[in-house]
Protein backbone atom coordinates (compact mmCIF):
# COMPACT_ATOMS: atom_id res chain seq x y z
CA UNK A 1 0.00 0.00 0.00
CA UNK A 2 1.54 3.65 -0.79
CA UNK A 3 1.21 5.97 1.47
CA UNK A 4 0.44 9.84 0.34
CA UNK A 5 3.07 12.54 1.24
CA UNK A 6 2.47 16.01 0.76
CA UNK A 7 5.76 17.94 -0.41
CA UNK A 8 6.16 20.91 1.60
CA UNK A 9 8.67 23.41 0.73
CA UNK A 10 8.57 24.98 4.29
CA UNK A 11 10.87 22.18 5.74
CA UNK A 12 13.73 22.19 3.56
CA UNK A 13 13.40 26.15 4.45
CA UNK A 14 13.25 25.44 7.86
CA UNK A 15 16.43 22.84 7.41
CA UNK A 16 18.34 25.33 5.72
CA UNK A 17 17.72 28.34 8.10
CA UNK A 18 18.88 26.36 11.04
CA UNK A 19 22.14 25.60 8.87
CA UNK A 20 22.49 29.06 8.08
CA UNK A 21 22.10 29.93 11.96
CA UNK A 22 24.38 27.47 12.76
CA UNK A 23 27.14 28.86 10.36
CA UNK A 24 26.64 32.74 11.59
CA UNK A 25 26.57 31.61 14.95
CA UNK A 26 29.42 30.05 14.87
CA UNK A 27 30.90 33.56 13.81
CA UNK A 28 30.11 35.60 17.10
CA UNK A 29 31.37 34.09 20.04
CA UNK A 30 28.72 35.56 22.38
CA UNK A 31 26.48 32.69 21.06
CA UNK A 32 28.37 29.66 21.32
CA UNK A 33 27.36 29.14 24.96
CA UNK A 34 24.12 28.72 23.27
CA UNK A 35 24.73 26.64 20.24
CA UNK A 36 24.39 23.60 21.81
CA UNK A 37 21.12 23.56 22.34
CA UNK A 38 19.99 25.36 18.81
CA UNK A 39 22.14 22.48 17.16
CA UNK A 40 19.91 20.05 18.87
CA UNK A 41 16.66 21.70 17.93
CA UNK A 42 14.50 20.21 15.63
CA UNK A 43 11.85 22.81 15.18
CA UNK A 44 11.19 26.68 16.35
CA UNK A 45 7.85 27.77 17.62
CA UNK A 46 5.81 31.21 16.04
CA UNK A 47 6.79 33.95 18.24
CA UNK A 48 5.90 37.82 18.93
CA UNK A 49 8.04 40.21 20.12
CA UNK A 50 6.99 44.06 21.02
CA UNK A 51 8.68 46.90 23.23
CA UNK A 52 6.52 49.04 25.26
CA UNK A 53 7.69 52.28 27.25
CA UNK A 54 8.33 49.85 30.21
CA UNK A 55 9.25 46.96 29.07
CA UNK A 56 9.97 44.15 26.47
CA UNK A 57 6.51 41.21 25.90
CA UNK A 58 7.50 38.01 24.33
CA UNK A 59 4.57 35.85 23.74
CA UNK A 60 5.37 31.89 22.50
CA UNK A 61 2.59 29.66 21.09
CA UNK A 62 3.68 26.52 22.59
CA UNK A 63 0.68 24.50 22.34
CA UNK A 64 0.11 20.73 23.70
CA UNK A 65 3.46 21.57 25.33
CA UNK A 66 2.87 20.70 29.32
CA UNK A 67 4.88 23.49 31.25
CA UNK A 68 6.87 21.15 32.76
CA UNK A 69 8.24 20.46 29.35
CA UNK A 70 9.84 24.17 28.89
CA UNK A 71 13.22 25.76 30.14
CA UNK A 72 13.04 29.75 30.22
CA UNK A 73 16.61 31.23 31.12
CA UNK A 74 18.29 34.62 31.12
CA UNK A 75 22.27 34.78 30.94
CA UNK A 76 24.86 37.08 29.98
CA UNK A 77 21.78 39.47 28.14
CA UNK A 78 20.07 36.38 25.95
CA UNK A 79 16.92 35.31 26.67
CA UNK A 80 16.76 31.73 25.67
CA UNK A 81 13.38 29.43 25.83
CA UNK A 82 13.79 25.55 25.04
CA UNK A 83 11.70 22.37 25.78
CA UNK A 84 10.59 19.52 24.07
CA UNK A 85 7.10 18.28 22.30
CA UNK A 86 6.93 13.90 22.34
CA UNK A 87 5.68 12.59 19.30
CA UNK A 88 2.22 10.88 18.89
CA UNK A 89 2.69 6.98 19.35
CA UNK A 90 1.34 5.82 15.58
CA UNK A 91 -1.15 3.28 16.88
CA UNK A 92 -1.95 0.00 15.17
CA UNK A 93 -4.25 0.19 13.09
CA UNK A 94 -4.20 4.28 12.66
CA UNK A 95 -2.95 5.21 8.96
CA UNK A 96 -2.24 9.16 8.99
CA UNK A 97 -2.37 10.28 5.86
CA UNK A 98 -0.86 13.55 6.71
CA UNK A 99 1.72 15.08 9.39
CA UNK A 100 2.02 18.44 10.32
CA UNK A 101 2.61 18.98 13.61
CA UNK A 102 6.06 19.53 14.76
CA UNK A 103 7.58 18.08 17.45
CA UNK A 104 10.80 17.07 19.20
CA UNK A 105 13.39 19.61 20.94
CA UNK A 106 12.54 23.28 19.86
CA UNK A 107 15.16 26.04 21.07
CA UNK A 108 14.75 30.72 20.50
CA UNK A 109 16.50 33.19 21.81
CA UNK A 110 16.99 36.68 22.04
CA UNK A 111 19.55 39.18 22.90
CA UNK A 112 18.07 41.53 25.45
CA UNK A 113 19.47 45.26 25.52
CA UNK A 114 21.26 45.82 29.06
CA UNK A 115 18.78 47.97 30.64
CA UNK A 116 16.51 45.49 31.80
CA UNK A 117 15.92 44.72 35.52
CA UNK A 118 16.67 41.32 34.96
CA UNK A 119 15.47 39.96 38.76
CA UNK A 120 11.74 41.28 37.55
CA UNK A 121 10.91 39.30 34.62
CA UNK A 122 7.78 37.07 34.74
CA UNK A 123 6.50 34.28 32.93
CA UNK A 124 3.49 33.11 32.83
CA UNK A 125 1.80 29.83 30.75
CA UNK A 126 -1.72 29.43 29.69
CA UNK A 127 -3.56 27.80 27.45
CA UNK A 128 -0.49 27.05 25.39
CA UNK A 129 1.17 30.60 24.82
CA UNK A 130 3.88 31.20 26.92
CA UNK A 131 4.18 35.09 28.19
CA UNK A 132 7.78 36.99 28.79
CA UNK A 133 7.78 40.02 30.33
CA UNK A 134 10.75 42.00 30.53
CA UNK A 135 10.77 45.51 32.10
CA UNK A 136 13.35 47.93 31.57
CA UNK A 137 15.45 49.73 33.85
CA UNK A 138 14.55 52.78 35.74
CA UNK A 139 16.00 55.22 33.47
CA UNK A 140 17.89 58.39 35.83
CA UNK A 141 16.31 61.45 34.86
CA UNK A 142 18.55 64.62 34.57
CA UNK A 143 18.10 66.81 37.06
CA UNK A 144 18.90 70.43 37.34
CA UNK A 145 21.02 71.94 39.52
CA UNK A 146 20.54 75.41 41.08
CA UNK A 147 23.62 77.40 40.68
CA UNK A 148 24.49 80.12 43.45
Do not use: C
Not at 46 to 62: A, K, P
Not at 97 to 118: C, D, H, K, T, W
Amino acid sequence: MNSLIRFTPNTELRRMQREFDRMFNDFFPATRTHSSHSENATWAPRVDLSETENGYQIVVDLPGIPKKDITLNFHEGVLSISGSRTNETKEEGKNFLRVERSSGEFYRSFNIPAAIQSDKIEASYKDGVLEVNVPKAEVVKPQKVKIS
